[in-house]
């Protein structure tokens, strides 16, 4: 089971997240609990074979980004292609899936009913109980309800021990606490980084009368930097080549501080 609290993440890393997703599948029964999965962690719900939701969960608005923008062009039509491909492997219609990438998609469904069986829609049709899951104006985001009204969601529940009942299990536990362990341990690097970074940031803030003191505070704070880097890569950049150009950049920005450091030292001694 994946328990997913994820505001999303790098493209790059979603086809690798897919494929082994895939493999594991080979083997197990792979479902997903979401309290929050918006974006590429949408993508990643979507190729375990059962959603539940938390009664306040939300799933959807998986655009892709670029620097700060939504991309477009031959870059997204191959996240469409592949991933949409993907989707569809899962069980789920592609028509869902895009009204999450596109924010003009419409997205709408109507259920039969004598047999409960769901259609879904990417136009509004004005057929008897229609009902709009997403218009032209926003991408598609999923709460509970609505989720488990259309059929995307298998079932919404705030507890283990509801869940586990959803799952058919009379009775559950965790195997290991690996997999949990590791997230607290992430969780917890990226909040010790990020204060620890702010201190020293702040600190090289503070006017001194002695130059070579301000670049030596600086200096202080690109060397904490790079010490997180070797610690929590993710804390210093999401993905594999952002973290190398992010690393380098800050060697670089080390190479002129201790440059600017001699020059000051050498013009202060005489």
């Known amino acids: 089971m994946l328990d997913i609290k994820s505001p999303g993440g790098l493209v790059i890393e979603i086809f690798k997240i897919v494929d082994t997703i895939k493999k594991v599948r080979e083997r197990h029964r792979v479902v997903v ?11 990643t719900s979507m190729q375990c074979e059962q959603i539940y939701f938390r009664s306040t969960g939300a799933l959807g608005a998986a655009m892709m980004i670029k620097g700060r923008d939504s991309a477009y062009g031959e870059e997204l039509e191959k996240f469409r292609k592949e991933i949409g491909d993907e989707v569809e492997r899962s069980g789920r219609p592609r028509i869902v899936f895009e009204a999450m990438v596109l924010a003009k998609a419409v997205l709408t469904y109507t259920k039969d009913p004598v047999t409960g069986r769901v259609t879904f829609h990417d136009r509004i049709t004005g057929l008897p109980g229609e009902k709009v899951l997403s218009d032209e104006k926003d991408n598609l985001t999923f709460n509970a309800g609505p989720a488990l009204d259309c059929g995307f969601s298998a079932g919404t529940a705030d507890t283990p021990e509801q869940l586990g009942k959803l799952l058919g299990l009379p009775e559950w536990y965790e195997v290991s606490p690996y997999g949990r362990n590791i997230a607290k341990k992430l969780l917890d690097d990226h ?80």
């Open 33 to 43: 609990w979401v309290s929050e999965a918006i974006s590429a962690a949408a993508v």
């Open 191 to 270: 909040k010790a980084c990020e204060k620890d970074l702010q201190k020293k940031e702040a600190e090289a803030n503070i006017p001194r009368q002695n130059p070579c003191e301000m670049i030596q505070a600086k200096l202080a704070t690109i060397e904490a930097a790079l010490k997180w880097a070797q610690r929590c890569p993710t804390c210093i950049a999401p993905g594999l080549i952002q973290f190398k150009e992010r690393v380098e950049q800050i060697q670089e920005q080390r190479k002129q501080l201790q440059k600017e450091l001699a020059e000051c030292n050498k013009a202060r001694n005489g």
